[in-house]
């Protein structure tokens, strides 16, 4: 009897017997009765859901906590509220979407990608602890014990830098003025850069080499002793079998030996050149005067040295003669002290510049093979073309006007023999001069020619000069141009039968490229393949693509990108109708009028008669069925299940999640949520397992999602883990990723926590806008009633839901095609014809499921 609410104990004997026979009377009732009715009581929610509305009488006035309004004024308040909100919205959207009227920008012209591709180059090349921004998903941080694994050494932290080429070894000298280059390109040339979205890229990788430089010695004192040269060994001659970085190549993440740091005690080409280096980027960096002056410091500091302590860093047969060995250190004099003069304004470094003893000694006044030729090893050329720059803008004046017009002098005698009409070097049948005389590498050669005669048409041009004289005769500055151009084109396809012309070079022609290696490091020239290899040095200088090679690339690439002429064309040949505009703007109007009239009358309707009818017929039965259907454990458990199967199906789950947070909240709301979930993206992803070649020829039919997907199986495992979670809380669809992600290189472990991680957002916004519905339920029919404090708590956290959802989905996109612009560059596809290739994937299934998949290998 207990069952029914009686005392077990009955109370006194008399009153148990006096009142038995109403006690038996009572129980055959009970009998009678319907028990599964009165198997729980209901609470007070439930019966008003179960009575329905009752009649209600209407207040007239609405009371706010500290105020007394009107009904009516309260309603008109609310309501204009909301109208201006929506005013404020659409005219927002209006200002975002109007068109403007700016003229179509140029198309992405050749020099742009190859500009792309040449800096894309210093990213594969980098070392060390790499960021996050790298761009090139298949290189991972490498070699980062440099320095510390040689007690030889002072310097500690050799972490950084750039590799030389296709081995690992980093050769400052080499480097440096590939930086100091770089460096100059973009003090001339920052528009183009910026106009080919490369500026912040390009001074990126200027950072990067100009903070490892500053590793390389005690850059916080005035006065030094010593300078590593280089970092690893690459001699493999007298049959040594030591491991080094040519003895047998590989990936410089999988370097384990040891890598020795050299250091120099009197180089002063080495020190000098990277001065210009540091000095040159602090003007690169003049607007973070903190680190301009710290670049300036590390300048002064080095060139001092290398006054102080002559000799050249690669004397002594050491290791650096056979790849990078100096002639002389005369040039880099003249070539730091210019940089240092234009970084500090200090006229000492300009007085060491125009010396002309030093002139003499760096080979100014004598002819020669080499003479007007610009390289890692002279730069004595550039030197001139530099302060020709300052006797033609600034001119200085006594004392230094003879020897800087004497520079100048030589500058147009140099530009001279660059022209075809005269014999100083030779040409190939293509045209392409040969400034090396036959020896390795005659690329790098032609492209620093073309970046002195472009940079100086220049100089020329903005100081109101039109040309220069070559003996009697007179030559534009136009003649200059189409030198760079024309050895520009002619140099991928000049060196041999084996090269291609630009318009030939992967990523320059309308070919579909179907196949392009996921490992590449782009550069303008023929690059030899990385493989474990025996060469003899002098191979390997003859083949291999450097840093410094790319460098060359890239500054006369960046004078090339949007030339004037090609700027004048491209507008020329767009339209110019006024007319069309002027309709086109008034057909938007219209447009944009039409469809505020239809939102408006939409969202009236919506909230006159589709939310009552949504709340009547949809909700409130629902929550009829739930209260009498179900207890809560087993009301868990469907749940659950259409969590679980809704997916399989692809079915959307939000209803399910909604009604999750209706019933059950924040705790145990939650926790049914990724356990259902969970569960549906798991089954979907062992089923698709099953159907991979059918998906996979499905997918066929949609190549960008297609390669949007291949993204997920890219890269590391914390990679696949965040790809997946910005795929879950991105507006593409979950339900066709289950199966779909089952073609890509996904693991199942980032797949299925990446999916975890990606709900939890989705889940706790599903909550609350189910526990809002609840709410505005019980309101609507009188079974609560909304303080002024519950008001505001609901407005604010409905902005909160709104503006969070708003902000994940827009992460989420943009994370998206960020990636996905980083893929399209790291593998070089043409996003318009993308393939998506089916590959031969391990699959791998979890240890502990008892579920198989068939072998796909």
């Given at each position: 009897?207990?069952?029914?609410?009686?005392?077990?104990?009955?109370?006194?004997?008399?009153?148990?017997?006096?009142?038995?026979?109403?006690?038996?009377?009572?129980?055959?009732?009970?009998?009678?009765?319907?028990?599964?009715?009165?198997?729980?009581?209901?609470?007070?929610?439930?019966?008003?859901?179960?009575?329905?509305?009752?009649?209600?009488?209407?207040?007239?006035?609405?009371?706010?906590?500290?105020?007394?309004?009107?009904?009516?004024?309260?309603?008109?308040?609310?309501?204009?509220?909301?109208?201006?909100?929506?005013?404020?919205?659409?005219?927002?959207?209006i200002v975002k979407t109007v068109p403007r009227h700016d003229h179509?920008?140029?198309?992405?012209?050749?020099?742009?990608?190859?500009?792309?591709?040449?800096?894309?180059?210093?990213?594969?090349?980098?070392?060390?602890?790499?960021?996050?921004?790298?761009?090139?998903?298949?290189?991972?941080?490498?070699?980062?014990?440099?320095?510390?694994?040689?007690?030889?050494?002072?310097?500690?932290?050799?972490?950084?830098?750039?590799?030389?080429?296709?081995?690992?070894?980093?050769?400052?000298?080499?480097?440096?003025?590939?930086?100091?280059?770089?460096?100059?390109?973009?003090?001339?040339?920052?528009?183009?850069?910026?106009?080919?979205?490369?500026?912040?890229?390009?001074?990126?990788?200027?950072?990067?080499?100009?903070?490892?430089?500053?590793?390389?010695?005690?850059?916080?004192?005035?006065?030094?002793?010593?300078?590593?040269?280089?970092?690893?060994?690459?001699?493999?001659?007298?049959?040594?079998?030591?491991?080094?970085?040519?003895?047998?190549?590989?990936?410089?993440?999988?370097?384990?030996?040891?890598?020795?740091?050299?250091?120099?005690?009197?180089?002063?080409?080495?020190?000098?050149?990277?001065?210009?280096?540091?000095?040159?980027?602090?003007?690169?960096?003049?607007?973070?005067?903190?680190?301009?002056?710290?670049?300036?410091?590390?300048?002064?500091?080095?060139?001092?040295?290398?006054?102080?302590?002559?000799?050249?860093?690669?004397?002594?047969?050491?290791?650096?003669?056979?790849?990078?060995?100096?002639?002389?250190?005369?040039?880099?004099?003249?070539?730091?002290?210019?940089?240092?003069?234009?970084?500090?304004?200090?006229?000492?470094?300009?007085?060491?510049?125009?010396?002309?003893?030093?002139?003499?000694?760096?080979?100014?006044?004598?002819?020669?093979?080499?003479?007007?030729?610009?390289?890692?090893?002279?730069?004595?050329?550039?030197?001139?073309?530099?302060?020709?720059?300052?006797?033609?803008?600034?001119?200085?004046?006594?004392?230094?006007?003879?020897?800087?017009?004497?520079?100048?002098?030589?500058?147009?005698?140099?530009?001279?023999?660059?022209?075809?009409?005269?014999?100083?070097?030779?040409?190939?049948?293509?045209?392409?001069?040969?400034?090396?005389?036959?020896?390795?590498?005659?690329?790098?050669?032609?492209?620093?020619?073309?970046?002195?005669?472009?940079?100086?048409?220049?100089?020329?041009?903005?100081?109101?000069?039109?040309?220069?004289?070559?003996?009697?005769?007179?030559?534009?500055?136009?003649?200059?141009?189409?030198?760079?151009?024309?050895?520009?084109?002619?140099?991928?396809?000049?060196?041999?039968?084996?090269?291609?012309?630009?318009?030939?070079?992967?990523?320059?022609?309308?070919?579909?490229?179907?196949?392009?290696?996921?490992?590449?490091?782009?550069?303008?020239?023929?690059?030899?393949?990385?493989?474990?290899?025996?060469?003899p040095p002098e191979e390997i200088v003859k083949q291999d693509s450097?840093?410094?090679?790319?460098?060359?690339?890239?500054?006369?690439?960046?004078?090339?990108?949007?030339?004037?002429?090609?700027?004048?064309?491209?507008?020329?040949?767009?339209?110019?109708?006024?007319?069309?505009?002027?309709?086109?703007?008034?057909?938007?109007?219209?447009?944009?009028?039409?469809?505020?009239?239809?939102?408006?009358?939409?969202?009236?309707?919506?909230?006159?008669?589709?939310?009552?009818?949504?709340?009547?017929?949809?909700?409130?039965?629902?929550?009829?069925?739930?209260?009498?259907?179900?207890?809560?454990?087993?009301?868990?458990?469907?749940?659950?299940?259409?969590?679980?199967?809704?997916?399989?199906?692809?079915?959307?789950?939000?209803?399910?999640?909604?009604?999750?947070?209706?019933?059950?909240?924040?705790?145990?709301?939650?926790?049914?949520?990724?356990?259902?979930?969970?569960?549906?993206?798991?089954?979907?992803?062992?089923?698709?397992?099953?159907?991979?070649?059918?998906?996979?020829?499905?997918?066929?039919?949609?190549?960008?999602?297609?390669?949007?997907?291949?993204?997920?199986?890219?890269?590391?495992?914390?990679?696949?883990?965040?790809?997946?979670?910005?795929?879950?809380?991105?507006?593409?669809?979950?339900?066709?990723?289950?199966?779909?992600?089952?073609?890509?290189?996904?693991?199942?472990?980032?797949?299925?926590?990446?999916?975890?991680?990606?709900?939890?957002?989705?889940?706790?916004?599903?909550?609350?806008?189910?526990?809002?519905?609840?709410?505005?339920?019980?309101?609507?029919?009188?079974?609560?009633?909304?303080?002024?404090?519950?008001?505001?708590?609901?407005?604010?956290?409905?902005?909160?839901?709104?503006?969070?959802?708003?902000?994940?989905?827009?992460?989420?996109?943009?994370?998206?095609?960020?990636?996905?612009?980083?893929?399209?560059?790291?593998?070089?596809?043409?996003?318009?014809?993308?393939?998506?290739?089916?590959?031969?994937?391990?699959?791998?299934?979890?240890?502990?499921?008892?579920?198989?998949?068939?072998?796909?290998?």
């Amino acid at each position: 009897m207990s069952m029914y609410g009686r005392d077990p104990w009955g109370g006194p004997l008399e009153i148990h017997a006096a009142d038995s026979a109403t006690d038996d009377d009572r129980s055959r009732n009970l009998q009678d009765y319907d028990r599964a009715a009165l198997s729980r009581p209901l609470d007070e929610t439930q019966q008003s859901w179960l009575l329905g509305p009752g009649e209600q009488k209407k207040k007239k006035y609405v009371d706010l906590g500290c105020i007394i309004v009107s009904r009516k004024i309260f309603l008109w308040m609310v309501g204009t509220l909301l109208v201006s909100g929506f005013l404020a919205g659409f005219i927002t959207l209006i200002v975002k979407t109007v068109p403007r009227h700016d003229h179509p920008h140029a198309p992405v012209d050749n020099y742009t990608l190859a500009l792309r591709k040449a800096l894309m180059f210093f990213n594969a090349q980098r070392s060390g602890k790499l960021p996050k921004h790298n761009n090139v998903s298949w290189r991972g941080n490498s070699c980062l014990q440099d320095g510390k694994s040689d007690p030889s050494t002072l310097m500690k932290d050799l972490v950084g830098g750039y590799y030389d080429a296709g081995d690992a070894i980093k050769f400052n000298f080499p480097a440096s003025f590939a930086m100091t280059m770089l460096s100059w390109s973009v003090i001339e040339y920052s528009a183009k850069y910026e106009a080919a979205g490369e500026l912040n890229h390009v001074k990126d990788i200027i950072k990067w080499g100009a903070d490892y430089f500053l590793k390389t010695f005690n850059s916080s004192a005035d006065t030094i002793d010593r300078v590593v040269a280089q970092v690893g060994v690459g001699d493999t001659s007298g049959g040594s079998t030591t491991p080094n970085d040519h003895y047998c190549w590989m990936r410089p993440e999988d370097i384990d030996y040891d890598r020795p740091a050299t250091e120099c005690h009197s180089c002063s080409d080495l020190s000098a050149e990277m001065a210009a280096a540091l000095a040159s980027a602090s003007i690169v960096f003049k607007d973070n005067k903190a680190y301009s002056q710290k670049l300036v410091h590390g300048a002064r500091t080095l060139f001092k040295f290398s006054r102080d302590q002559r000799g050249r860093y690669s004397a002594g047969g050491s290791d650096a003669a056979l790849f990078y060995n100096s002639s002389s250190y005369w040039d880099e004099f003249v070539w730091g002290g210019a940089w240092l003069y234009f970084a500090t304004g200090n006229t000492s470094y300009l007085q060491l510049a125009t010396t002309p003893g030093i002139a003499k000694h760096a080979g100014a006044f004598w002819g020669g093979p080499d003479y007007g030729v610009l390289s890692w090893d002279n730069k004595l050329t550039g030197a001139q073309v530099l302060l020709s720059r300052l006797r033609l803008f600034l001119s200085p004046g006594y004392p230094y006007e003879e020897i800087l017009s004497t520079f100048h002098n030589q500058t147009g005698i140099i530009m001279c023999s660059y022209l075809p009409i005269f014999t100083s070097f030779n040409r190939t049948k293509g045209g392409l001069i040969q400034l090396n005389h036959g020896r390795p590498q005659p690329l790098q050669y032609v492209v620093n020619a073309a970046f002195l005669a472009s940079v100086y048409s220049d100089y020329l041009d903005a100081a109101d000069t039109p040309g220069w004289y070559c003996g009697p005769n007179f030559y534009s500055t136009d003649v200059l141009r189409d030198f760079a151009r024309t050895q520009t084109h002619a140099h991928p396809r000049s060196n041999s039968s084996s090269c291609l012309p630009l318009s030939q070079l992967p990523g320059f022609s309308n070919i579909d490229l179907k196949i392009i290696p996921s490992a590449i490091r782009y550069t303008t020239r023929i690059f030899p393949p990385l493989m474990k290899m025996h060469k003899p040095p002098e191979e390997i200088v003859k083949q291999d693509s450097n840093l410094d090679n790319n460098a060359r690339d890239s500054t006369e690439y960046a004078r090339l990108v949007v030339s004037n002429e090609s700027a004048g064309t491209v507008e020329a040949d767009v339209p110019q109708s006024q007319g069309a505009e002027s309709n086109k703007y008034f057909m938007w109007w219209i447009k944009a009028l039409t469809l505020f009239v239809v939102t408006a009358v939409a969202v009236f309707i919506l909230l006159k008669w589709g939310v009552p009818f949504v709340f009547e017929k949809v909700l409130i039965p629902i929550m009829q069925w739930e209260a009498t259907a179900f207890g809560r454990p087993v009301l868990a458990i469907v749940l659950v299940a259409s969590l679980a199967l809704f997916p399989v199906f692809l079915i959307p789950s939000g209803p399910s999640m909604w009604l999750a947070g209706m019933i059950f909240g924040y705790g145990w709301g939650f926790v049914i949520i990724m356990v259902g979930t969970t569960i549906g993206m798991v089954v979907p992803y062992f089923i698709g397992l099953m159907f991979r070649e059918r998906i996979h020829q499905w997918l066929e039919r949609w190549p960008r999602k297609a390669a949007m997907l291949r993204l997920a199986g890219e890269g590391s495992w914390f990679h696949q883990f965040r790809v997946v979670a910005i795929f879950r809380v991105s507006p593409f669809p979950y339900t066709i990723f289950n199966y779909a992600v089952v073609v890509t290189r996904l693991r199942f472990w980032p797949y299925l926590w990446g999916s975890i991680a990606g709900m939890v957002p989705e889940a706790f916004i599903y909550i609350y806008s189910g526990r809002l519905i609840r709410t505005f339920a019980d309101v609507q029919y009188g079974n609560h009633q909304l303080t002024t404090v519950e008001i505001m708590y609901n407005f604010i956290s409905l902005v909160i839901a709104v503006v969070t959802t708003v902000a994940f989905t827009i992460y989420a996109k943009r994370a998206l095609n960020e990636l996905e612009m980083n893929e399209a560059e790291g593998a070089a596809q043409d996003s318009s014809d993308v393939t998506f290739e089916l590959e031969k994937i391990r699959v791998e299934v979890p240890r502990h499921l008892s579920l198989t998949a068939p072998n796909f290998s």
